[in-house]
T-cell receptor, first 116, second 114 residues
Framework: GAVVSQHPSWVICKSGTSVKIECRSLDFQATTMFWYRQFPKQSLMLMATSNEGSKATYEQGVEKDKFLINHASLTLSTLTVTSAHPEDSSFYIC????????????FGPGTRLTVL | SQELEQSPQSLIVQEGKNLTINCTSSKTLYGLYWYKQKYGEGLIFLMMLQKGGEEKSHEKITAKLDEKKQQSSLHITASQPSHAGIYLCGASSAGGGSNYKLTFGKGTLLTVNP
């Protein structure tokens, strides 16, 4: 149980384009989802907290107009990187909290974004 | 903000050897989480500790949280190549709903040589 999927697993795009990444909880309802980014050989950095039906809460230094987050349902959150640039290239990972167990985050497999 | 320091940064052991990874927090921990990550993949939840002095085990992995709730250790007994990966400790400093956001350490890269 508690499986989280991400799509796509990897994506290559041209600079200036927008990319959407989906995060789905497959076998549970996720009241809260988190989005992280990870640079090579570095730890995960929390970007934003996404609650179903409300606006995401962004961490300090994260541009909310650049990283659009939508949590439209209890099983789906999306992260859209708008007008992507090479410095946005990174590994993006989502995690989800289930209302049945608020103390543990379950992570997706990640999405590798490369912006050319 | 809470900071977590992991040591060592990397570790190479021979198969069958025991090893310990440490995680130290700058603040008192509400919850301490251990995850394992294969490079370029997501995180696999291992264990969560909340109470001072708590110890949990799963197969050959044991995690402990000290009484002051500022330091945790992850111990692997008789390591196997399947244990190889990046071990991350994560901490939550507050409880309740979306406040369960985690701060992570930089990770410990474990290599197990057959």
């Amino acid at each position: 149980g508690a499986v989280v999927s991400q799509h796509p697993s990897w994506v290559i795009c041209k600079s200036g384009t927008s990319v959407k990444i989906e995060c789905r909880s497959l076998d549970f309802q996720a009241t809260t989802m988190f989005w992280y980014r990870q640079f090579p050989k570095q730890s995960l950095m929390l970007m934003a907290t996404s609650n179903e039906g409300s606006k995401a809460t962004y961490e300090q230094g994260v541009e909310k107009d650049k990283f659009l987050i939508n949590h439209a349902s209890l099983t789906l959150s999306t992260l859209t990187v708008t007008s992507a640039h090479p410095e946005d290239s990174s590994f993006y990972i989502c995690s989800a909290l289930t209302s049945g167990r608020l103390d543990t985050q379950y992570f997706g497999p990640g999405t590798r974004l490369t912006v050319l | 903000s809470q900071e977590l320091e992991q040591s060592p940064q990397s570790l190479i052991v021979q198969e069958g050897k025991n090893l310990t990874i440490n995680c130290t927090s700058s603040k008192t921990l509400y919850g301490l989480y251990w995850y394992k990550q294969k490079y370029g993949e997501g995180l696999i939840f291992l264990m969560m500790l909340q109470k001072g002095g708590e110890e949990k085990s799963h197969e050959k992995i044991t995690a402990k949280l000290d009484e002051k709730k500022q330091q945790s250790s992850l111990h692997i007994t008789a390591s196997q190549p399947s244990h190889a990966g990046i071990y991350l400790c994560g901490a939550s400093s507050a409880g309740g709903g979306s406040n369960y956001k985690l701060t992570f350490g930089k990770g410990t890269l474990l290599t197990v040589n057959p």
